[in-house]
Nanobody, 121 residues
Framework: QVQLVESGGGLVQAGGSLRLTCAAS????????MGWFRQAPGKEREFVAA??GVAESVKGRFTVARDNAKNTVYLQMNSLKPEDTAVYYC????????????????????WGQGTQVTVSS
């Protein structure tokens, strides 16, 4: 069992930056693959980033890093755009198969409660 808590969201102007943090409980954190997803109002939850790769919409702007010693994964978001506005979720996966498995919602076993990111124009 893994419990995930996101933090670091907020209101930022377009072009600004935010760093989201996902703190995980449990002694087996390093055995999980971690990913970030987001959900905008009226839209489906979508993949954002994981260590193996990021979504095309955020390529060159968002990066993921993890610190296993701190049971933490980060999402650094630069050059933010209004269309990045959403609730951001971190998720933990025991693993998957096939190429790009980490982009699939169903590959993830545990989810955080989400943190709101709002980008103003």
């Amino acid at each position: 069992q893994v419990q995930l808590v996101e933090s670091g969201g907020g209101l930022v102007q377009a072009g600004g930056s935010l760093r989201l943090t996902c703190a995980a409980s449990g002694r087996t954190f390093s055995s999980y693959a971690m990913g970030w997803f987001r959900q905008a109002p009226g839209k489906e939850r979508e993949f954002v980033a994981a260590v193996p790769g990021v979504a095309e919409s955020v390529k060159g702007r968002f990066t993921v890093a993890r610190d296993n010693a701190k049971n933490t994964v980060y999402l650094q978001m630069n050059s933010l755009k209004p269309e990045d506005t959403a609730v951001y979720y971190c998720a933990a996966s025991k693993g998957g198969s096939g190429s790009n498995w980490y982009r699939r919602l169903l590959a993830y076993d545990f989810w955080g409660q989400g943190t709101q990111v709002t980008v103003s124009s």
